[in-house]
């Protein structure tokens, strides 16, 4: 499991510049990282080291990712955002 200084990275890289990107990434960082699990926790770390234009193309729903990790995450936090009433 992610320590919290590291749990407050995350939630300060989920910050993309991307409006799109962060009322997706930003709630969830906040609200759901730290109830997932140690493996999700790596999975969602491991998707912020994406660049903003792969992101974009996932969460818009344009592409999936080949990763199948990142593309279950990615439905994740879509999933997250639509239970949360965050328009996706």
């Known amino acids: 499991m992610l320590n919290e200084t590291e749990l407050k990275r995350q939630v300060w890289h989920s910050r993309r510049g991307m409006w799109e990107l ?20 790596q999975i969602y770390v491991r998707l912020l ?14 592409a999936t990712s080949s990763d199948k990790e990142l593309a279950a995450m990615v439905k994740q936090v879509k999933d997250y955002a639509k239970s949360s009433q965050i328009p996706a």
């Open 49 to 62: 080291s994406q660049q903003d234009p792969d992101l974009f193309t996932w969460f818009m729903g344009h």
């Open 22 to 41: 962060d009322i997706l990434l930003g709630p969830f960082a906040v609200h759901a990282l730290p109830l997932i699990s140690a493996d999700q926790q």
